[in-house]
Protein backbone atom coordinates (compact mmCIF):
# COMPACT_ATOMS: atom_id res chain seq x y z
CA UNK A 1 0.00 0.00 0.00
CA UNK A 2 1.36 3.20 -0.88
CA UNK A 3 1.60 6.00 1.58
CA UNK A 4 0.37 9.94 1.07
CA UNK A 5 0.16 12.49 2.99
CA UNK A 6 -0.82 16.35 2.69
CA UNK A 7 1.21 18.98 4.94
CA UNK A 8 0.71 22.14 5.54
CA UNK A 9 -0.98 24.60 8.10
CA UNK A 10 -4.22 24.87 8.29
CA UNK A 11 -4.75 21.56 7.54
CA UNK A 12 -7.94 20.32 8.89
CA UNK A 13 -9.66 21.44 6.13
CA UNK A 14 -7.78 19.89 3.38
CA UNK A 15 -10.00 18.22 0.95
CA UNK A 16 -6.86 16.02 -0.42
CA UNK A 17 -7.23 13.03 1.31
CA UNK A 18 -11.03 12.50 -0.11
CA UNK A 19 -9.66 13.47 -3.84
CA UNK A 20 -6.87 10.86 -3.88
CA UNK A 21 -9.43 8.42 -2.25
CA UNK A 22 -11.71 9.00 -5.18
CA UNK A 23 -9.00 8.43 -7.41
CA UNK A 24 -7.86 5.13 -5.98
CA UNK A 25 -11.10 3.34 -5.87
CA UNK A 26 -11.43 4.50 -9.27
CA UNK A 27 -8.23 3.27 -10.90
CA UNK A 28 -7.45 0.39 -8.31
CA UNK A 29 -4.76 1.62 -6.66
CA UNK A 30 -4.52 0.78 -2.75
CA UNK A 31 -3.22 3.87 -0.68
CA UNK A 32 -3.38 5.58 2.68
CA UNK A 33 -3.89 9.29 2.79
CA UNK A 34 -3.57 11.61 6.33
CA UNK A 35 -3.06 14.90 6.62
CA UNK A 36 0.00 16.29 8.95
CA UNK A 37 0.44 19.79 10.60
CA UNK A 38 3.17 21.59 10.36
CA UNK A 39 3.57 24.20 12.88
CA UNK A 40 6.25 26.08 11.50
CA UNK A 41 9.46 25.75 9.22
CA UNK A 42 11.34 24.05 11.56
CA UNK A 43 8.89 21.94 11.94
CA UNK A 44 7.80 20.88 8.29
CA UNK A 45 11.54 19.90 7.33
CA UNK A 46 11.26 17.39 10.49
CA UNK A 47 8.04 16.52 9.26
CA UNK A 48 9.10 16.32 5.86
CA UNK A 49 12.39 13.70 6.64
CA UNK A 50 10.55 11.92 9.42
CA UNK A 51 7.86 11.18 6.58
CA UNK A 52 10.27 9.72 3.75
CA UNK A 53 12.28 8.10 6.53
CA UNK A 54 9.01 6.08 6.90
CA UNK A 55 8.82 4.86 3.39
CA UNK A 56 6.11 7.42 2.73
CA UNK A 57 5.61 7.30 -1.55
CA UNK A 58 4.97 11.45 -1.59
CA UNK A 59 3.76 14.93 -0.18
CA UNK A 60 1.34 17.12 -0.90
CA UNK A 61 2.25 20.48 0.18
CA UNK A 62 0.15 23.80 1.39
CA UNK A 63 0.21 27.42 1.65
CA UNK A 64 2.74 29.08 3.61
CA UNK A 65 4.84 26.18 2.73
CA UNK A 66 5.66 25.85 -1.12
CA UNK A 67 8.85 27.53 -1.28
CA UNK A 68 10.29 25.52 1.91
CA UNK A 69 9.35 22.69 -0.01
CA UNK A 70 11.03 23.29 -2.78
CA UNK A 71 14.56 23.89 -0.67
CA UNK A 72 13.86 21.30 1.18
CA UNK A 73 14.31 18.42 -1.76
CA UNK A 74 17.53 17.80 -3.23
CA UNK A 75 15.95 17.04 -6.67
CA UNK A 76 13.79 19.24 -8.57
CA UNK A 77 11.63 19.32 -12.17
CA UNK A 78 12.34 21.91 -14.55
CA UNK A 79 9.02 23.39 -13.74
CA UNK A 80 9.93 23.56 -9.79
CA UNK A 81 13.26 24.49 -10.52
CA UNK A 82 11.94 27.64 -12.58
CA UNK A 83 9.50 28.39 -9.99
CA UNK A 84 11.52 27.92 -6.91
CA UNK A 85 8.08 26.77 -5.54
CA UNK A 86 6.50 22.58 -4.65
CA UNK A 87 3.40 21.39 -4.15
CA UNK A 88 4.13 18.21 -4.25
CA UNK A 89 7.56 16.18 -3.23
CA UNK A 90 7.41 12.43 -4.06
CA UNK A 91 10.41 9.74 -3.50
CA UNK A 92 11.82 9.11 -6.64
CA UNK A 93 12.22 5.40 -5.83
CA UNK A 94 9.11 4.52 -6.20
CA UNK A 95 7.41 6.94 -8.83
CA UNK A 96 6.06 5.05 -11.96
CA UNK A 97 6.32 8.44 -14.52
CA UNK A 98 10.28 8.59 -14.69
CA UNK A 99 10.76 10.93 -17.68
CA UNK A 100 11.19 14.10 -15.94
CA UNK A 101 14.20 16.31 -16.42
CA UNK A 102 15.70 16.42 -13.01
CA UNK A 103 18.06 18.88 -11.50
CA UNK A 104 19.75 17.39 -8.59
CA UNK A 105 21.44 19.28 -5.89
CA UNK A 106 24.49 17.86 -3.90
CA UNK A 107 22.62 17.14 -0.70
CA UNK A 108 22.36 13.61 -0.21
CA UNK A 109 20.82 13.40 2.72
CA UNK A 110 17.23 13.33 1.34
CA UNK A 111 18.67 12.64 -2.19
CA UNK A 112 15.43 10.59 -2.60
CA UNK A 113 13.13 13.69 -2.42
CA UNK A 114 12.14 15.01 -5.99
CA UNK A 115 10.26 19.01 -5.76
CA UNK A 116 7.74 19.68 -8.49
CA UNK A 117 4.71 21.87 -9.08
CA UNK A 118 1.14 21.03 -10.49
CA UNK A 119 -0.26 24.34 -9.25
CA UNK A 120 -0.54 26.00 -12.54
CA UNK A 121 -1.13 22.77 -14.55
CA UNK A 122 -4.37 22.02 -12.91
CA UNK A 123 -5.46 26.05 -12.78
CA UNK A 124 -5.52 26.31 -16.74
CA UNK A 125 -6.58 22.78 -16.45
CA UNK A 126 -9.39 23.48 -14.63
CA UNK A 127 -10.23 26.83 -16.50
CA UNK A 128 -9.45 25.18 -20.40
CA UNK A 129 -11.32 21.93 -19.55
CA UNK A 130 -14.23 22.19 -16.70
CA UNK A 131 -14.91 25.80 -17.21
CA UNK A 132 -14.61 26.07 -20.79
CA UNK A 133 -13.00 29.51 -20.92
CA UNK A 134 -9.98 30.16 -23.40
CA UNK A 135 -7.17 32.21 -22.29
CA UNK A 136 -5.44 33.75 -25.42
CA UNK A 137 -5.45 37.37 -25.96
CA UNK A 138 -7.47 37.81 -22.64
CA UNK A 139 -6.40 40.17 -20.33
CA UNK A 140 -5.80 38.92 -16.61
CA UNK A 141 -5.36 40.01 -12.84
CA UNK A 142 -3.77 37.98 -10.30
CA UNK A 143 -4.61 39.01 -7.02
CA UNK A 144 -1.60 38.29 -3.99
CA UNK A 145 2.12 37.50 -5.03
CA UNK A 146 2.81 34.68 -2.86
CA UNK A 147 4.50 31.55 -3.96
CA UNK A 148 1.67 29.74 -5.77
CA UNK A 149 1.94 32.61 -8.15
CA UNK A 150 4.99 31.49 -9.19
CA UNK A 151 3.07 28.54 -10.45
CA UNK A 152 0.39 29.72 -12.29
CA UNK A 153 2.17 32.22 -14.08
CA UNK A 154 3.94 29.79 -15.82
CA UNK A 155 1.35 28.33 -17.09
CA UNK A 156 -0.86 31.00 -17.68
CA UNK A 157 2.17 32.69 -19.30
CA UNK A 158 1.97 29.27 -22.09
CA UNK A 159 -1.80 30.17 -23.18
CA UNK A 160 -0.82 33.72 -25.05
CA UNK A 161 -2.62 35.89 -23.42
CA UNK A 162 -2.85 40.03 -23.89
CA UNK A 163 -1.27 40.55 -20.18
CA UNK A 164 -1.23 39.52 -16.93
CA UNK A 165 -1.22 42.51 -14.29
CA UNK A 166 -0.07 41.64 -10.42
CA UNK A 167 -2.07 43.45 -7.56
CA UNK A 168 -0.65 43.04 -4.11
CA UNK A 169 0.89 44.59 -1.20
CA UNK A 170 4.49 42.71 -1.42
CA UNK A 171 6.10 45.81 -4.13
CA UNK A 172 9.15 43.59 -3.75
CA UNK A 173 7.66 40.76 -5.23
CA UNK A 174 5.55 42.23 -7.73
CA UNK A 175 8.70 43.53 -9.10
CA UNK A 176 10.30 40.35 -9.06
CA UNK A 177 7.41 38.81 -10.42
CA UNK A 178 7.34 41.17 -12.98
CA UNK A 179 10.97 41.40 -14.13
CA UNK A 180 10.97 36.77 -14.30
CA UNK A 181 7.39 37.04 -16.09
CA UNK A 182 7.02 40.00 -17.89
CA UNK A 183 3.59 41.02 -16.27
CA UNK A 184 2.34 44.55 -15.05
CA UNK A 185 1.04 46.03 -12.30
CA UNK A 186 -2.89 46.48 -11.18
CA UNK A 187 -4.21 49.27 -13.25
CA UNK A 188 -7.15 51.07 -12.27
CA UNK A 189 -10.12 50.99 -14.70
CA UNK A 190 -8.68 48.75 -16.89
CA UNK A 191 -11.73 46.27 -17.92
CA UNK A 192 -9.65 42.74 -17.19
CA UNK A 193 -11.23 38.96 -18.23
CA UNK A 194 -10.38 37.42 -15.66
CA UNK A 195 -9.34 38.34 -11.83
CA UNK A 196 -7.86 34.90 -10.22
CA UNK A 197 -7.61 35.74 -6.17
CA UNK A 198 -4.74 33.64 -4.37
CA UNK A 199 -5.09 36.24 -0.79
CA UNK A 200 -7.03 35.01 2.05
CA UNK A 201 -10.66 35.60 2.25
CA UNK A 202 -10.72 37.58 5.51
CA UNK A 203 -12.00 41.32 6.06
CA UNK A 204 -8.57 42.19 6.54
CA UNK A 205 -7.68 42.05 2.93
CA UNK A 206 -8.43 45.60 1.82
CA UNK A 207 -7.01 44.49 -2.06
CA UNK A 208 -10.72 43.34 -2.92
CA UNK A 209 -11.61 46.85 -2.59
CA UNK A 210 -8.76 48.11 -4.90
CA UNK A 211 -10.63 46.76 -7.75
CA UNK A 212 -13.70 49.03 -8.81
CA UNK A 213 -14.92 48.03 -12.03
CA UNK A 214 -15.69 45.11 -13.51
CA UNK A 215 -17.52 44.60 -16.98
CA UNK A 216 -19.91 41.83 -17.74
CA UNK A 217 -19.29 38.30 -18.26
CA UNK A 218 -15.80 38.75 -16.36
CA UNK A 219 -14.83 35.72 -14.93
CA UNK A 220 -13.78 35.85 -11.25
CA UNK A 221 -11.45 32.68 -9.96
CA UNK A 222 -11.41 32.13 -6.17
CA UNK A 223 -8.44 29.53 -6.22
CA UNK A 224 -9.09 29.08 -2.50
CA UNK A 225 -12.29 26.42 -1.95
CA UNK A 226 -15.03 26.57 0.46
CA UNK A 227 -19.14 25.07 0.84
CA UNK A 228 -19.59 28.69 0.22
CA UNK A 229 -19.39 31.66 -1.64
CA UNK A 230 -16.37 33.12 -0.44
CA UNK A 231 -15.54 37.11 0.25
CA UNK A 232 -14.21 37.52 -2.96
CA UNK A 233 -16.79 36.43 -5.32
CA UNK A 234 -18.97 37.90 -2.93
CA UNK A 235 -17.27 41.56 -3.56
CA UNK A 236 -16.80 41.02 -7.18
CA UNK A 237 -20.56 40.29 -7.55
CA UNK A 238 -21.27 43.09 -5.47
CA UNK A 239 -19.53 45.32 -8.26
CA UNK A 240 -20.98 43.47 -11.00
CA UNK A 241 -23.78 41.02 -10.95
CA UNK A 242 -23.52 40.00 -14.30
CA UNK A 243 -20.34 38.10 -13.74
CA UNK A 244 -19.44 34.79 -13.62
CA UNK A 245 -17.18 33.05 -10.87
CA UNK A 246 -16.13 29.88 -9.14
CA UNK A 247 -13.51 28.70 -6.06
CA UNK A 248 -10.94 26.31 -6.64
CA UNK A 249 -12.01 22.95 -5.71
CA UNK A 250 -11.74 22.35 -9.44
CA UNK A 251 -7.98 23.15 -9.76
CA UNK A 252 -7.05 21.17 -6.55
CA UNK A 253 -8.63 18.27 -8.21
CA UNK A 254 -7.21 19.03 -11.35
CA UNK A 255 -3.58 19.36 -9.91
CA UNK A 256 -3.87 16.55 -7.96
CA UNK A 257 -4.70 14.46 -10.69
CA UNK A 258 -1.21 15.72 -12.44
CA UNK A 259 0.21 13.93 -9.53
CA UNK A 260 -1.55 11.14 -9.59
CA UNK A 261 -0.73 10.13 -13.01
CA UNK A 262 2.83 11.44 -12.21
CA UNK A 263 3.02 8.77 -9.30
CA UNK A 264 0.90 5.70 -10.68
CA UNK A 265 0.62 6.21 -14.23
CA UNK A 266 -3.00 6.16 -14.16
CA UNK A 267 -5.73 8.65 -15.07
CA UNK A 268 -8.89 9.21 -12.91
CA UNK A 269 -11.91 10.96 -14.87
CA UNK A 270 -11.53 13.96 -12.96
CA UNK A 271 -15.20 14.89 -14.20
CA UNK A 272 -17.03 12.28 -12.32
CA UNK A 273 -15.13 13.44 -9.17
CA UNK A 274 -16.13 16.68 -9.65
CA UNK A 275 -19.90 15.31 -9.69
CA UNK A 276 -19.21 13.35 -6.61
CA UNK A 277 -18.03 16.89 -4.58
CA UNK A 278 -20.66 18.67 -5.94
CA UNK A 279 -23.39 16.11 -5.12
CA UNK A 280 -21.32 16.23 -1.17
CA UNK A 281 -21.93 19.71 -1.10
CA UNK A 282 -18.14 20.58 -1.52
Known amino acids: MYKLAVLGNPIAH ?3 PLIFDLFAKQCGVELSYQRILANDACDFNQKIAQFFAEHGTALNITSPFKHEAYLAASGHTVRAKFCRASNFLFSNDTITAKGDNLHQSGNHNNSLIIADTTDGIGLVNDIL ?29 AQNPYTIDILARNNSRVNYLNDKFGSGVFEHGKKYDLILNTTPNVVENTLFDQINLLADMTFCYDLNYSAHKSLFLTKMSTLNANIHGCNGIGMLVEQAKVAFVKLFGKYPDTAKILEVLTARGI
Open 129 to 157: LNRNLGLAYKHILVIGSGFVVDSILLDLI
Open 14 to 16: SLS
